[in-house]
């Protein structure tokens, strides 16, 4: 049996640590590492200072349909795209660079953010899957998440068609309208 080298494991304990402290669930720990649960368990501890959370990850495409939520995914594959095709960068690493670029902008605009590190994890799976796809809005031109093989003639992204429930009123509408319209900029 060819044992794995220390290295290795060092980069694999650093993963999971960056990971663990970015929110991710035990799910995505066991499934983008080797290391054992137990062992998993222990970082997950150490580094929360609690036990993770239980329970079946969010399996639902759906969630990412909601214009609050699809703006925000909207943004972090923008930014996934940009370090796969520019940076040459894939799976893991390539999630959690965006992840990182997509909480420095969030952070910068005050808005609190809608995506946990494992739904951008999962939104990425749903990608691959070919459960989702980009889409770009006929008005504004920006690329947003929606349903694979859903029509893409006249599609109109939730920025340009925002529900009504969006904001309490014209000033609060118009303040979101323009931070995710400076988010979306941002990843283009």
């Not at 290295?7 to 035990?26: F, K, P, T, Y």
């Not at 799976?91 to 997509?102: C, K, N, P, Q, V």
């Not at 859903?150 to 931070?179: E, F, H, Q």
Request: aromatic share 10%; with cysteine.
């Amino acid at each position: 049996m060819k044992s794995k080298s220390v290295i290795q494991d060092a980069e694999e304990v650093r993963r999971a640590v960056e990971m663990v402290s970015l929110g991710a669930r035990m799910q995505m720990l066991e499934s983008e590492t080797s290391l054992s649960r137990e062992r998993l368990l222990k970082i997950y501890k150490e580094v929360r200072g609690a036990s993770p959370p239980k329970g079946m990850l969010p399996f639902s495409t759906d969630w990412f349909m909601a214009w609050q939520p699809n703006v925000h995914a909207s943004l972090f594959m923008g930014f996934f795209r940009f370090f796969e095709r520019y940076a040459q960068l894939t799976g893991l690493d390539a999630i959690l660079r965006s992840y990182h670029l997509y909480l420095d902008k969030i952070e910068a605009l005050r808005i609190e953010p809608a995506l946990s590190l494992t739904r951008a994890w999962t939104l990425v799976r749903f990608f691959d899957a070919d459960l989702l796809q980009l889409t770009r809005c006929t008005q504004c031109g920006g690329e947003y998440v929606s349903h694979a093989y859903d029509p893409k003639a006249n599609y109109v992204c939730g920025l340009c068609n925002m529900p009504s429930r969006a904001g309490k009123g014209k000033k609060s509408v118009a303040r979101t309208r323009t931070s995710t319209r400076k988010m979306v900029a941002l990843s283009e």
